[in-house]
């Protein structure tokens, strides 16, 4: 069966500083990638997805940036976090077959930025 | 495009009794749509999918829904709450096979005693 992972869970970061969140899937192939943020009280926002290695696409500007060097790993980066980054960050896959779209979910990162 | 509607923010039934959770749908083609549920700080769950099959569809913990295209509408139901469904719900919709699911605003659940 298929399992998703997101490190850590929680995440303390003081303002300018940077980030580094890891996702990775198993038990799936060439799986459809996502990060989403989701603030408090709020729905949820697609940041980035992925539909193969070295492959992203972005949705929204921000100073968020995505990168996916294996096949099943996905990393949601930032060189200098600001307070409106603060936030529970989830990662999903899908599995890139045609007709195929529900997404699975991670866990989640609360991030604060402090 | 697509974009869905939650019109309730939040709904507080007592335990036992019925849940009615309210989604409309827009879509200029066959959608796909589903219920996700997310407990306090963790990730989201999917309940259950609608693909263009059986209008009625059953999901996990005794939820149901009902895809009706007249009314654009995809309600999700459940005959009698359990303290454990106090959780948010997402209606979601996507084009079919689409790369991107839009997420609606969600619907928190209480459950009274």
């Known amino acids: 069966s298929q399992t998703i992972h997101q490190w850590p869970a929680t995440l303390v970061q003081p303002v300018g500083s940077p980030l580094s969140l890891e996702c990775t899937v198993e038990?799936?192939?060439?799986?459809?990638l996502y990060w989403y943020r989701q603030a408090a009280g709020r729905g949820l926002q697609l940041l980035f997805y992925?539909?193969?290695?070295?492959?992203i696409s972005s949705e929204v500007p921000q100073n968020l940036s995505a990168s996916r060097p294996q096949d099943r790993q996905f990393i949601l980066s930032s060189k200098k976090l600001l307070l409106s980054d603060s936030g529970f960050y989830l990662c999903?896959?899908?599995?890139?077959?045609?007709?195929?779209?529900?997404?699975?979910f991670g866990p989640g990162t609360r991030l604060t930025v402090l | 495009a697509q974009s869905v509607t939650q019109l309730d923010s939040h709904v507080s039934v007592s335990e036992g009794t019925p849940v009615l959770l309210r989604c409309n749908y827009s879509?200029?083609?066959?959608?796909?749509l589903f219920w996700y549920v997310q407990h306090p700080n963790k990730g989201l769950q999917l309940l259950l999918k609608?693909?263009?099959?059986?209008?009625l569809v059953k999901g996990i913990n005794g939820f149901e829904a009902e895809f009706k295209k007249s009314e654009t509408s995809f309600h999700l139901t459940k005959p009698s709450a359990h303290m454990s469904d106090a959780a948010e719900y997402f209606c979601?919709?996507?084009?079919?096979?689409?790369?991107?699911?839009?997420f609606g605003q969600g619907t928190r659940l209480t459950i009274n005693p």
């Open positions: 999903a896959w899908s599995p890139g077959l045609a007709g195929v779209n529900e997404q699975f």
């Open positions: 038990g799936t192939s060439n799986p459809n």
């Open positions: 992925s539909v193969g290695i070295g492959q």
């Open positions: 879509s200029s083609y066959s959608p796909s």
């Open positions: 609608y693909t263009s099959a059986a209008t």
């Open positions: 979601v919709v996507s084009g079919w096979g689409a790369q991107k699911l839009v």
